[in-house]
Nanobody
Framework: QLELVESGGDLVQPGGSLRLSCVANGGTLERFSLGWFRQAPGKEREGVSCISSSGALRHYADSVKGRFTISRDNSKNTVYLQMDSLKDEDTAVYFC????????????????WGRGTQVTVSS
């Protein structure tokens, strides 16, 4: 059973940066496309960024393009989300997922999700 665990969420001021990590336990991420999603209070979960199994394809939501960077290290079984120039509207719980269809941001019922990490952008 693949377990995903996110970390790196924090309270940060507007314009600041954070790096989220998602590590897999109980299996390898090497074969899967991976993605980051977020859910703000009162809003639906939305796709933020996704990356193919090889890392050659990366896709970003328009709202984060140019500010966020997704990467993966298969040797560490980890996917990262570097978030720069953070804005108030980036405040949300961020989730990682495996078996993501990229760039559609769809995850099948047998996909894997982490429990999320809270990112709060506020002065």
């Amino acid at each position: 059973q693949l377990e995903l665990v996110e970390s790196g969420g924090d309270l940060v001021q507007p314009g600041g940066s954070l790096r989220l990590s998602c590590v897999a336990n109980g299996g390898t991420l090497e074969r899967f496309s991976l993605g980051w999603f977020r859910q703000a209070p009162g809003k639906e979960r939305e796709g933020v960024s996704c990356i193919s199994s090889s890392g050659a394809l990366r896709h970003y939501a328009d709202s984060v393009k140019g500010r966020f960077t997704i990467s993966r290290d298969n040797s560490k079984n980890t996917v990262y989300l570097q978030m720069d120039s953070l804005k108030d509207e980036d405040t949300a719980v961020y989730f990682c997922a495996a078996r993501v269809s990229c760039p559609q941001f769809s995850v099948p019922y047998f996909g894997s999700w982490g429990r999320g990490t809270q990112v709060t952008v506020s002065s």
